[in-house]
């Protein structure tokens, strides 16, 4: 197990396309958290499951975005019918299911929409 | 509102000089304040925790709740940890999820 990692590390796609990210976490973590990062600023907050269960959707998470993460394993991120706002890093994290314990990033995918 | 404020975009300083890393934080409980790492090309990683209380690669940052702070010094600076710092907070409602600040550019000059 190499830590955390995501596909594709990079994504263009034109306006209105759909575009699914894959994140895998670190096999023992049952926390997975998606965090958008745009230029200049620090990754925020998107979702996170324990196991299989979304238990928390930020309000940035618009309609057009969907997460899951069946069978607890990988996860994936939906967007729908992209707009030029949703380019960003896209962040992936794991970690155990205890507040406090430190979170392993992956390297990210960095969505461009033309 | 839970909020963390990292007032400076970049900080340069010559090696072997001391550093300090502000970061400030809003929560109106108990948090839970780290500071993640990225150097060029590599991906987040935490550096520290506070309730660790720990130094790590020289690092260390003390929670000040009157102030509502958590900066990251370093008496002497090298040039490896010229880097991107993010200061988080995680509010105590076991989530665990993060909320970053703007991050800081930390140079350091030979």
């Known amino acids: 197990d190499t830590g955390v990692s995501q596909n594709p590390r990079h994504k263009i796609t034109k306006r209105g396309q759909n575009v699914t990210f894959r994140c895998d976490p670190i096999?023992?973590?049952?926390?997975l958290y998606w965090y958008r990062q745009t230029l200049g600023q620090g990754p925020e907050f998107l979702t996170y499951?324990?196991?299989?269960?979304?238990?928390?959707k930020s309000r940035l998470l618009s309609d057009r975005f969907s997460a899951e993460r069946p069978k607890g394993s990988f996860s994936t991120l939906e967007i729908q019918r992209t707009e030029q706002g949703d380019s960003a890093m896209y962040l992936c994290?794991?970690?155990?299911?205890?507040?406090?314990?430190?979170?392993?990033f992956g390297p990210g995918t960095r969505l461009t929409v033309t | 509102a839970q909020r963390v404020t990292q007032p400076e975009k970049l900080l340069s300083v010559f090696k072997g000089a001391p550093v300090e890393l502000k970061c400030n934080y809003s929560?109106?409980?108990?948090?839970?304040l780290f500071w993640y790492v990225q150097y060029s090309r590599q991906r987040l990683q935490l550096l520290l925790r506070?309730?660790s209380r720990e130094s790590i690669k020289g690092f260390t940052a003390d929670l000040n709740k009157g102030e509502t702070s958590f900066h990251l010094k370093k008496p002497f600076a090298q040039e490896e940890d010229s880097a991107m710092y993010y200061c988080?907070?995680?509010?105590?409602?076991?989530?665990?999820?993060?909320?970053f600040g703007q991050g800081t550019t930390l140079q350091v000059k030979p």
């Open positions: 994290a794991s970690s155990f299911a205890q507040g406090g314990y430190e979170q392993y």
């Open positions: 096999s023992e973590h049952n926390r």
């Open positions: 499951f324990q196991n299989e269960a979304q238990l928390e």
């Open positions: 929560y109106s409980g108990s948090p839970e």
């Open positions: 506070h309730i």
């Open positions: 988080a907070l995680s509010a105590a409602s076991n989530t665990g999820k993060l909320i």
